[in-house]
T-cell receptor, first 114, second 114 residues
Framework: AQSVAQPEDQVNVAEGNPLTVKCTYS??????LFWYVQYPNRGLQFLLK??????LVKGSYGFEAEFNKSQTSFHLKKPSALVSDSALYFC????????????FGSGTQLTVLP | EAQVTQNPRYLITVTGKKLTVTCSQN?????MSWYRQDPGLGLRQIYY???????DKGDVPEGYKVSRKEKRNFPLILESPSPNQTSLYFC?????????????FGPGTRLTVT
C-alpha cells in the first residue's frame, strides 16, 4: 500500500520569508510525486510533479520541490512567500506502474501573514 | 477554455433519495476519476475510468456507482444516499491513464445528506 504524510496541519510564515511545506511518502515501486493547491471554494490546481531526472523540480507561481529518495521526502518550497500563496496544499504519490491510485496527504493549510 | 465542470455545485438531499452528480471535461482526456474530500483525510478516490466503458473501484467505492458511456462524461450516482456520504466531491481528468500525467480537477460538489 502507498501512503503520504503531511506532518503539519498548519504552517504560518511572514510575507517575504521562505516557506517549506513538508511531505513524506511510502510506495512499493518508483514514485511519481505531485503537489496540488486548493484555494477556498475552488478545485485543486496542479503545481508541479517529479517523474524522473533532476531532484529539484520547478513549478507554477515560483514554487519548487526537492525529491529526496533516501529520506522519501518531497518538500514544497518557495524562496519568498506572498499573502496570495495562502491556501491548502496537498502532496500526492502514485506508483509508476499503477494506473489506479493517486494517494493524497491530508493537506497543509499555509497562511502567509502580511 | 479547457475545464472540468460539475453539476450541481451544492446539493442537500434526504437519506435514500437517488441522486446523480454530473462531470464533463472538454479536453478529450482518456482518464477520469472521482474523489471525496473529508477534513483531516485529504482526498480519497471513489472510482476511476481509463477510457469509455472501462471503470474500476478506488479506495472507497461502497455506496457509489459510475458509468462512462462517452469520453467526456463521467457521472457519479448515489442510489441510496446516507449521511456518511456527506462530503465534498471532486471529479478529475487527465490526458492518459499513465501514472505520470497530472490531473485536472473540477470545482467540486458539496453534498449534504440529512
Amino acid at each position: 500500500a502507498q501512503s503520504v504524510a503531511q506532518p503539519e496541519d498548519q504552517v504560518n510564515v511572514a510575507e517575504g520569508n521562505p516557506l517549506t511545506v513538508k511531505c513524506t511518502y511510502s510506495v512499493s515501486g518508483n514514485p511519481y510525486l505531485f503537489w496540488y493547491v486548493q484555494y477556498p471554494n475552488r478545485g485543486l490546481q496542479f503545481l508541479l510533479k517529479y517523474i524522473t531526472g533532476d531532484n529539484l523540480v520547478k513549478g507554477s507561481y515560483g514554487f519548487e520541490a526537492e525529491f529526496n529518495k533516501s529520506q522519501t521526502s518531497f518538500h514544497l518550497k518557495k524562496p519568498s512567500a506572498l499573502v496570495s500563496d495562502s491556501a491548502l496544499y496537498f502532496c500526492a504519490v502514485r506508483d509508476a506502474g499503477s494506473a489506479r491510485q493517486l494517494t493524497f496527504g491530508s493537506g497543509t493549510q499555509l497562511t502567509v501573514l502580511p | 477554455e479547457a475545464q472540468v465542470t460539475q453539476n450541481p455545485r451544492y446539493l442537500i438531499t434526504v437519506t435514500g433519495k437517488k441522486l446523480t452528480v454530473t462531470c464533463s471535461q472538454n479536453m478529450n482526456h482518456e482518464y477520469m476519476s472521482w474523489y471525496r474530500q473529508d477534513p483531516g483525510l485529504g482526498l480519497r478516490q471513489i472510482y476511476y475510468s481509463m477510457n469509455v466503458e472501462v471503470t474500476d473501484k478506488g479506495d472507497v467505492p461502497e455506496g457509489y456507482k459510475v458509468s462512462r458511456k462517452e469520453k467526456r462524461n463521467f457521472p457519479l450516482i448515489l442510489e441510496s444516499p446516507s449521511p456518511n456520504q456527506t462530503s465534498l466531491y471532486f471529479c478529475a481528468s487527465s490526458f492518459g491513464w499513465a501514472a505520470s500525467y497530472e490531473q485536472y480537477f473540477g470545482p467540486g460538489t458539496r453534498l449534504t445528506v440529512t
